[in-house]
């Protein structure tokens, strides 16, 4: 597979993910409330951090589920990716919840091991982009991976320096999703115009 394919399996997989730019747009924003929350109180303990985490996982699992169904209802459409999305949130949900001492032990592991694949997968789509959000791309990927190997290197480090970095973290890929939830609205309506041309134009 070349660049190309994996970047157009990247962003058709991205998409069928979210199913509406909102949702994109809805987790977006609140991977971003996660990060200024990080960011700012980061002297609360891990394990609220967790629990949180858990919490907004379960709540999008459960609005990407009931998206998918109201689509499949009104429209026929085949949502079978979305609802995966939703279960597999609500699967994180449990897991963070249920066993929250475990996840705390391991948290930064897998918020690293996160990070470096979100990151190559920014640095992969980011060839779909223009000039300016090329860019942006590369330095959030760049930015991520960095994060994953530093939470390799020092997994054990100061509480407070690692909450931050999480937020960062957090705050990257809230952004990328904003970016890209923009750009999908933008399809989207480009779209619909050039059906409502074919619908006005009529052969006499």
């Excluded at 980061?42 to 951090?49: D, E």
């Excluded at 050039?194 to 006499?204: F, L, M, S, T």
Aim: charged residues 10%; glycine residues 12%.
């Amino acid at each position: 597979m070349n660049q190309s394919e994996a970047k157009s399996l990247g962003i058709d997989m991205l998409e069928r993910s979210y199913g509406k730019w909102w949702l994109m747009l809805l987790d977006g924003l609140c991977f971003i409330a996660l990060s200024i929350f990080a960011i700012f109180f980061s002297n609360h303990a891990i394990t609220l951090l967790v629990f949180i985490f858990g919490v907004y996982r379960g709540i999008m699992g459960i609005i990407y589920i009931v998206s998918a169904l109201v689509m499949r209802y009104k429209y026929g459409a085949e949502m079978g990716f979305n609802m995966g999305r939703g279960i597999f949130d609500l699967i994180i949900c449990a897991i963070f919840l249920l066993v929250p001492n475990v996840i705390v032990a391991f948290f930064i592991i897998i918020i690293g091991i996160w990070a470096i694949i979100t990151g190559i997968f920014l640095l992969i789509v980011s060839a779909n982009s223009g000039n300016v959000g090329r860019i942006v791309k590369i330095v959030m990927g760049v930015a991520l991976i960095g994060f994953g190997i530093y939470a390799f290197i020092n997994p054990m480090g100061p509480a407070t320096i690692i909450v931050i970095l999480v937020g960062v973290a957090f705050g990257i890929f809230g952004l990328f999703l904003v970016i890209q939830s923009i750009g999908m609205k933008r399809t989207y309506t480009q779209i619909k115009k050039v059906k409502r041309g074919y619908e006005d134009y009529h052969i006499e």
